[in-house]
């Protein structure tokens, strides 16, 4: 099985975002008994809040299946956990490398660097641009389950 947890500062926009979204790809494709996915925050700001109402918005607009969503925070024992660990910037990536003491094996990874580009995926909590949020975070899960490919 394949563990991935996307990360984001709040849990509430870009990761749970991801979350569904890689989710719906890997249902399209069948193979959702490969895959445990999961999202988190690096903060404590928003714990035990849902999904931001303007993402909650986009997944229907795109016809994406929301889950059961509260924000949590990652823990140092989540390293173990999850195959992939995707931050959705490099604010992220700092603070998930500060909360799991490093990254000896080479878990954590920015969601667009999977789609070629080394640029943050865009904060829609500041920009208000849920559409090029969403545009990004689909590039690169769809990037991320073609470099999964099938399982033997």
């Excluded at 641009?129 to 975070?137: A, I, N, R, S």
Aim: hydrophobic share 35%; proline share 6%; with cysteine.
């Amino acid at each position: 099985m394949i563990r991935i947890l996307f990360v984001c500062h709040g849990n509430i926009c870009r990761s749970p975002m991801a979350q569904f979204v890689m989710q719906h790809l890997v249902n399209q494709a069948g193979r959702e008994k490969e895959f445990f996915i999961d999202s988190k925050a690096t903060s404590t700001e928003e714990l035990g809040n849902g999904p931001y109402p303007p993402v909650r918005q986009k997944m229907r607009e795109v016809g994406i299946p929301m889950l059961p969503h509260r924000a949590s925070q990652i823990s140092r024992s989540d390293y173990a956990n999850y195959d992939y660990i995707i931050g959705m910037d490099e604010a992220n990536i700092r603070n998930m490398y500060r909360i799991f003491g490093g990254d000896p094996d080479g878990k954590i990874l920015k969601l667009r660097s999977f789609a070629g580009s080394p640029q943050d995926i865009a904060d829609p909590w500041y920009t208000g641009d849920f559409d090029t949020t969403y545009d990004q975070v689909f590039a690169g899960c769809s990037a991320l389950l073609d470099l999964c490919g099938e399982e033997d």
